[in-house]
Every structure is written in C-alpha cells, then in structure tokens.
C-alpha cells in the first residue's frame, strides 16, 4: 500500500535587511508518496497551515492512491468493478436520451465491434494496449475510414466513462488514428443525374418504395442539400403552400436546429402533385415521404437498383449523400460560404467548404479565364 507522509517544505527566500538568502520552512504542509509505476516521489499541497485538516487530506489521498491500484472506477469504500457491457448498456441509455436515434446507432454498431474484437470483459481493462491490438485485428479487413469512425466513436464512450469516474485514467488517442487519403466531394455530373429521373420516370423496377416516391426524394435533396434524416422526417405540417416555405424541425436534424426554407417557389408545384396523388388526403401529421420499414436498409437497396437501371457502372456508385455535397458545391459557385452554410444547415463554415465543397468545375472555369501574357 502507498504511504503519504506531511512535511513542510524549505525555501530559500532573499532576504532584503541583510541581501542574503535565508532558509525557511513553509507553514502550508505538503503531502508526499513514492508512486509504484512511475518509480518516483510525488508531491502535491495540502492547501493549509491546519496539521489536523492535512493530516485528514492525507488519509484520502492514500485512500484515493490505493483504489487506483486496487482498479476500482468509483470513489467508494467497497470493491466494485463495472463490466465492459453494462457500462455500454449505461452509455447508451445516455446517449438516447440526449442524441438522435441515428447517433446512438452508430455509437452501438462501433461499440459492439470493439466488444467481438477484444476479450476485455471489465471496462478498467481497456487500456492503449487493447486499443492498437483492436486496430491491428481490423486493418487490412476495412478501410482506414471506417477504422477511425470506430476509434472516435470509442474515444467518446471512454470519456464519459471517465468523466462518471468509471475509470481511473482514460486512455490517450493521439497517434492511434490510421492516415487516410483526403479525397474531394463527389459532385454527381449533370447527365448522370438527368439519368437517373429519366430511369424513375419510365421505367417499372421493383423497389421497395415507389419510384414517385424516389423522384420526390430526389428532388428534394438536390435542390434542398438536406440530409437523409431531414427528408424523411419531413411531415406535411412542416410545408406551408401558402407561404413556398419548408421547415426543418431540430428533432431530424444533426445541428439540432430548426431552419426554414423561404420562396421555395420552384418546388411547390412538386410537392402539390405528390400531395393529391395520395390515395387519402393526407394529416398534417403525416410523412411527406412515408417510410413504413423498420431499418434503412432497404433505402441503399433501392438505390443501387436506380443507379443499374440508369447504365451508371459500378464504379462510378454515387451515395445518396452525394446530393448534399453536389448541392452545396453548385451553390458555392454563386453565393457566399455564410449563405450555403446556413441553407444546408452546417455549424461553421469551416465544415461547409473542407468536406463538402469541390471546386472541380470552378476551376475549370478559372483556367479558361486566365490569359497569358
């Protein structure tokens, strides 16, 4: 057991009668212990000249020392070890009472990775060493990519841990996360787009959801750049034909923030039809674009489908949310980064023009200007 002892240190102060320095103890007590892993005296003020209430400081901070070498996460007098699963289970809880449902499920999908990949079974035994073995275990099985979101996403976890005191120290992350290849956004090209509303309005194709249904979808995130949940959680109740406006409600958005598009002009005639070509008036309650399936699954099916029908090779796949980096970068060409930041909904501009904008077609734009002399 590590011991702390009191004493009052001796400084050399310059005495200013005599010009010389002079010795003299202090009267605050400091505490003293010979730590058993860094294999050296520590030192720490008690903050009072009281012996009585430094002697009382430096019982609990023996007490303190001891369950740190004991591992036990909580500042109590009983053993008490928390499991790696319980502690997620707790984290969780957390995290859905406070984020979107979205957020929480990746938190999940990182966190029971890391659980299949590591045989800690107590959360005080995930330590920097358990970490790199979890990314030795993945690399070369995913992408660099995937293995960072993973680490942020048990950084995170680890932290709250730390912060409720569940841990006695959390593990650092600097130089854990792999290097990637910072590539532009994708900016779908004209024709490709073109392409596919052709395919969604000739074509019969067996989808899960209804080809209107994608064409609204579409539509709206071309022209809005908003993001997957956004559209989804749209309800009708959120679109005045009065007024050409759309609302975005906090509750679907990332940013938390509620933000109205204004004189939405050219969208309302598609939207009126996709109104009346309901079977039943629809509630203000309702989904503009309902979505009756339990995962998001079927959404990326769907999609792939679309894009073969529509003679995009495989290796040309664009995501769904390429649509919002398309949208912000053709509105970067003609309007500032403040204006497409606050239509996309971004917290910064900073976001808006490092992962979203891709200035390929500007700068086309600039060669062709430029003249040499």
Request: proline share 3%; glycine share 4%.
């Amino acid at each position: 057991m590590v011991s702390v002892s009191l004493f009052q240190p001796t400084v050399t102060r310059h005495d200013k009668k005599s010009g010389k320095k002079v010795a003299k103890k202090t009267k605050v007590w400091w505490m003293a212990w010979r730590d058993p892993d860094l294999k050296k005296r520590c030192t720490a003020s008690t903050g009072t000249k009281n012996q009585k209430l430094a002697n009382q400081k430096a019982r609990e901070q023996q007490d303190k020392l001891y369950r740190i070498a004991q591992g036990w996460y909580h500042p109590a007098d009983s053993h008490c070890d928390k499991t790696l699963e319980s502690a997620i289970e707790e984290f969780l809880k957390s995290s859905r009472a406070r984020h979107r449902f979205q957020t929480t499920d990746a938190y999940r999908i990182s966190l029971s990775v890391f659980q299949r990949n590591t045989e800690c079974q107590l959360l005080r035994q995930v330590t920097v060493n358990v970490i790199e073995a979890f990314i030795n275990s993945r690399s070369g099985k995913v992408s660099s990519t995937t293995i960072n979101k993973d680490l942020r996403h048990l950084r995170t976890f680890l932290n709250w841990a730390g912060k409720l005191n569940y841990l006695a120290a959390i593990p650092k992350f600097s130089g854990l996360f792999l290097p990637t290849d910072k590539s532009s956004p994708v900016m779908i090209p004209e024709h490709e787009i073109k392409a596919v509303l052709e395919v969604l309005k000739k074509k019969r194709l067996k989808l899960f959801q209804p080809t209107d249904w994608w064409r609204v979808y579409v539509q709206l995130a071309l022209f809005l750049g908003a993001r997957r949940g956004e559209l989804l959680g749209l309800k009708w109740s959120d679109i005045s034909f009065k007024e050409q406006s759309i609302k975005i409600r906090r509750e679907t958005s990332k940013g938390r923030r509620d933000r109205t598009y204004e004189s939405v002009t050219a969208l309302m005639p598609l939207l009126k039809d996709w109104y009346e070509s309901a079977d039943s008036v629809p509630l203000s309650t309702d989904s503009v674009l309902p979505w009756s399936h339990t995962t998001r699954r079927q959404l990326y099916v769907d999609w792939k489908k679309i894009l073969k029908a529509a003679g995009i090779a495989s290796e040309r796949h664009f995501k769904l949310h390429n649509f919002r980096s398309t949208c912000v970068s053709e509105l970067l060409e003609s309007e500032s980064s403040f204006t497409v930041r606050d239509w996309v909904g971004h917290a910064s501009v900073t976001t808006t023009e490092k992962h979203y904008a891709n200035t390929t077609k500007a700068r086309r734009e600039v060669a062709r200007k430029r003249r040499v002399r």
